[in-house]
């Protein structure tokens, strides 16, 4: 583990959070290998039941490390680049996405391999890879998310889906105010532990990046 992802766990909450805040959280090798590590510790933590995943700062996740890539001459990332909940990595408890600022790119994915999604007023999900001339097969699951023409719309243009926009189709689960998605997240994940264990472990995993796997390679 290292200081850009961090695990914590409380009252059988794991707290997963990109600690990146100078470069919005956004994925660079370390945090993506940290992944892996971090979600075989939380399916084998006992004392954590439910995991949430979020970032320090404004800002959920703004994709790949750009700048990284520029200078590793990154141009197609390869199968595996990044843990994939249902693809390359197996977690069988609930995640839940706390989600603020920009979930752009491989930041939305992240967001949509989580079983439940709790973001504050100012969420705001994009597909950006229109603008910057890269392929976007990772967003395949929000074909089952959000309606078609819709995603077309994101897809070709670019253009954010605001939270409020995104809770009225349904991508979100609750909405809160600005600051408060880790919190509003915290009390969904406390409403899970209370209920049978049985049911929730046959639910989780069933959001549509976590039935299967996910396209690859995996761009920003």
């Not at 520029?70 to 680049?81: E, H, K, V, Y």
């Not at 995640?95 to 079983?115: K, R």
């Amino acid at each position: 583990m290292n200081n850009e992802l961090l695990y914590e766990v409380n009252d059988g909450i794991a707290v997963i959070t990109i600690n990146r805040p100078e470069r919005r959280n956004a994925l660079n090798r370390a945090v993506r290998e940290g992944f892996f590590e971090v979600w075989r510790r939380f399916e084998a933590d006992a004392e954590a039941q439910v995991a949430i995943l979020t970032g320090t700062g404004d800002n959920f996740c703004a994709g790949m490390d750009l700048v990284e890539a520029a200078d590793t001459q990154l141009r197609i990332p390869p199968a595996g680049f990044i843990a994939v909940l249902g693809d390359n990595i197996e977690v069988t408890k609930p995640v839940i996405a706390a989600v603020q600022g920009y979930a752009y790119a491989g930041g939305w994915l992240l967001s949509q391999m989580c079983d439940l999604c709790v973001a504050d007023e100012t969420a705001k999900f994009a597909i950006t890879e229109a603008k910057v001339g890269r392929g976007m097969p990772w967003a395949a699951p929000v074909i089952h998310m959000l309606p078609q023409r819709i995603l077309m719309e994101i897809a070709m243009t670019g253009e954010p889906l605001t939270a409020q926009r995104a809770y009225e189709l349904g991508y979100i689960n609750r909405l809160t105010p600005k600051g408060q998605a880790l919190q509003g997240a915290k009390e969904l994940a406390a409403r899970l532990m209370a209920n049978a264990p049985l049911p929730l472990a046959e639910l989780t995993g069933c959001s549509p990046d976590r039935c299967g796997p996910a396209s690859a390679p995996l761009p920003s």
